[in-house]
């Protein structure tokens, strides 16, 4: 009897680990399991704002695939989806093509710029490891010429994050701690220097309780956050940023904006002729697209509607690491000729933000609120519980989050 074939494209949350767990499940001789990544990492995605900043290296965000994955029954292929045949059953890459049986899609998001003229050649994106290594450097970058210049440049220290979102607050967050460090490295009065965040909404992070918004602004802006809400960002230009508020437009100069207010599907799957919507595939119960009994989709790719509310569940981290062990599962019953497949069904654990390295807020249990070092400590150890579901003890040691107190 021939081994089918399992494709997984894309190691990011959903993909690493419904590919850690499909070689647990799955013998040698059941399977073949190729994981295609265009690099030969995983990356915290939940850490990029801290890399950005230059509060965490970014080696510590990234994990080797070899490190994670048996490559005795995995075949890891090191390169880049180019476009999905379902209905061939094909997958092209860059430098070659695989045949699958059983497919899963999780290959993650792209920014989405609504069209906003220069935005996507003049601001920063945090979207990957050197997207964001490169925001780091540009920062120093212009700490660094600011003495070296004969007429000083206020808009190397005007610092501006479009979004008010998770993203964008977390990274002001960092961007609190990492400025003080930059201004005593680079001998710059921090009064100089301007952390802006701009948000379209009348407050930010919308959907969240007012109190823990009203916690999380009060302590940013205690450490020379400047929020501006309201604010429609209308252009980006090389050496300024445009928004509109109140009927008015306002200019503010900076080399530096960040970009921080929205993401979407990857583009591939809605070129590849999948039915979507906006892009995302919206699933079946059991995770696998609509018109497709041998396609699974995953994490950013995949659309899953909240019930209660209506709308979408927003593609997190906690979300697709939820779908991976249910993609994992079904995937592995249809492998070995099973045909009844489980239904997904998200338990949200919580939201925690952080506000730097030793603050934070958010829910956890339900409704329980967390405010301060509380708050830090549990989202470290979410960070770290992840890792050991992931690559076990010697991973959390190696990769881990234990500043708890600092």
């Given at each position: ?174 961007l609190a701690n990492r400025v003080p460090e930059l201004c005593k490295e680079y001998d710059i009065d921090k009064s100089q220097v301007r952390i802006i965040n701009l ?170 609120k967390l405010f301060g070092w509380k708050a830090t400590f549990m989202k470290k150890m979410s960070d770290n519980r992840y890792l050991l579901k992931l690559g076990g003890i010697g991973l959390v040691l ?9």
């Amino acid at each position: 009897m021939k081994k089918p074939n399992i494709v997984v494209l894309g190691a990011g949350y959903g993909g690493i680990m419904t590919t850690v767990k499909l070689q647990k499940s799955l013998g040698r001789n059941e399977a073949n399991i190729t994981l295609v990544n265009k690099n030969d990492y995983h990356y915290q995605t939940t850490w990029l704002h801290e890399v950005s900043a230059g509060t965490v290296h970014q080696d510590q965000a990234r994990i080797a695939i070899k490190d994670v994955v048996n490559q005795h029954k995995v075949n890891f292929v090191q390169d880049t989806v180019v476009e999905i045949k379902p209905e061939e059953n094909k997958v092209k890459l860059e430098n070659g093509e695989l045949d699958y049986d059983y497919l899963v899609i999780g290959l993650g998001f792209e920014p989405a710029t609504f069209g906003i003229p220069g935005l996507e050649e003049n601001a920063f994106m945090i979207n990957d490891i050197n997207s964001s290594r490169l925001i780091r450097e540009h920062l120093d970058y212009n700490f660094a010429q600011y003495h070296n210049e004969k007429e000083k440049n206020p808009a190397r220290l005007n610092i501006v994050v479009g979004g008010g979102g998770f993203t964008g607050i977390e990274y002001v967050g960092e961007l609190a701690n990492r400025v003080p460090e930059l201004c005593k490295e680079y001998d710059i009065d921090k009064s100089q220097v301007r952390i802006i965040n701009l948000e379209g909404a009348p407050t930010v992070l919308p959907g969240f309780d007012p109190e823990l918004v009203e916690y999380a602004m009060n302590s940013l802006e205690a450490r020379g956050v400047e929020f501006i809400t309201g604010a429609i960002l209308k252009e980006s230009k090389p050496e300024s940023v445009v928004y509109e508020k109140d009927g008015k437009l306002v200019e503010i100069p900076t080399l530096t904006t960040v970009w921080a207010a929205g993401v979407k599907a990857n583009s591939i799957v809605e070129k590849s002729g999948f039915e979507n919507n906006r892009g995302k595939v919206q699933v079946r119960d059991d995770m696998r697209a609509p018109e497709y009994d041998n396609v699974f989709v995953i994490g950013d790719c995949a659309l899953i509607m909240n019930e209660e509310s209506g709308r979408p569940f927003p593609p997190t981290a906690q979300i697709a690491i939820q779908q991976s062990a249910t993609v994992a599962h079904n995937v592995a019953a249809l492998a070995k000729g099973h045909s009844e497949l489980e239904s997904f069904e998200y338990k949200p654990l919580g939201t925690l933000a952080s506000l730097g390295h030793n603050d934070g807020m958010g829910v956890v249990f339900g409704n329980k609120k967390l405010f301060g070092w509380k708050a830090t400590f549990m989202k470290k150890m979410s960070d770290n519980r992840y890792l050991l579901k992931l690559g076990g003890i010697g991973l959390v040691l190696k990769k881990g989050k234990f500043n708890f107190f600092y």
